[in-house]
């Protein structure tokens, strides 16, 4: 398996323009996540997903953040309009169930997103 | 709320030698899962090893092992014979076995740097 895969690895865009983040789970699995990452404030929870339905935003910053699963191998993220602040690396995770506490999650290798 | 505190930004260890990796946190919750995640410098995220609150037995995994102390809340890492692929960050993670993705919280990381 391919793990969790994510687009583009680097983004590097200006303020005001729209930024849309890819990710595709691993097959099979039911749960999608993504988190942002940074020096201040470490990993944060933005939103997440069960069975391609959304079942909490609340970690999402603002109005300016969207996410979507329109089918079970593939989400976005998106930011519109960008603002310098939203520079972070973000992450996308999958795991089998959200049933299971203990379930393991699969991390994607990121997207460092820089807004100038 | 729940709360993870590492309380070493970093640490480093001689190749081959020992080192202990702190975590405290803070929960009224009896049951609950503690995880240890490595950061690597690709940026993914892996699992190392989980603990469930009510099992008593310290989790182990090869080289990989905690010394769970639940009165306490402490939750440290100890890796034995060092490598120099296990520097990375490491963050110590909670979750409660309510199972909402929500509480999954992460501390804000230990920096490990193996000396050769």
């Known amino acids: 398996d391919a793990g969790v895969i994510q687009s583009p690895r680097h983004e590097v865009t200006e303020m005001g323009q729209e930024v849309t983040l890819r990710c595709k789970p691993i097959?099979?699995?039911?749960?999608l996540f993504w988190y942002r990452q940074t020096m201040m404030r470490g990993l944060e929870l933005l939103i997440y997903?069960?069975?391609?339905?959304?079942?909490?935003d609340s970690g999402m910053p603002e109005d300016r953040f969207s996410a979507k699963m329109p089918n079970a191998s593939f989400s976005t993220l998106k930011i519109q309009p960008s603002e310098p602040r939203d520079s972070a690396v973000y992450f996308c995770?999958?795991?089998?169930?959200?049933?299971?506490?203990?379930?393991?999650?699969?991390f994607g290798s990121g997207t460092q997103l820089s807004v100038l | 709320a729940q709360t993870v505190t590492q309380s070493q930004p970093e640490m480093s260890v001689q190749e081959a030698e020992t080192v202990t990796l702190s975590c405290t946190y803070d929960?009224?919750?009896?049951?609950?899962?503690l995880f240890w995640y490595k950061q690597p410098p690709s940026r993914q995220m892996i699992l190392v090893i989980r603990?469930?609150?009510?099992?008593?037995q310290n989790a182990t995994e090869n080289r990989f092992s905690v010394n769970f102390q639940k009165a306490a809340k402490s939750f440290s890492l100890k890796i034995s014979d060092s490598q120099l692929g296990d520097a990375a960050m490491y963050f110590c993670?909670?979750?409660?076995?309510?199972?909402?993705?929500?509480?999954?919280?992460f501390g804000s990381g230990t920096q490990l740097t193996v000396l050769p």
């Open positions: 995770a999958s795991s089998l169930t959200l049933r299971t506490p203990g379930e393991k999650l699969f």
């Open positions: 097959s099979g699995h039911n749960s």
């Open positions: 997903f069960n069975n391609n339905v959304p079942i909490d």
């Open positions: 929960t009224s919750e009896s049951d609950y899962y």
């Open positions: 603990q469930e609150a009510y099992k008593q």
């Open positions: 993670a909670y979750r409660d076995s309510s199972g909402s993705a929500r509480q999954l919280t």
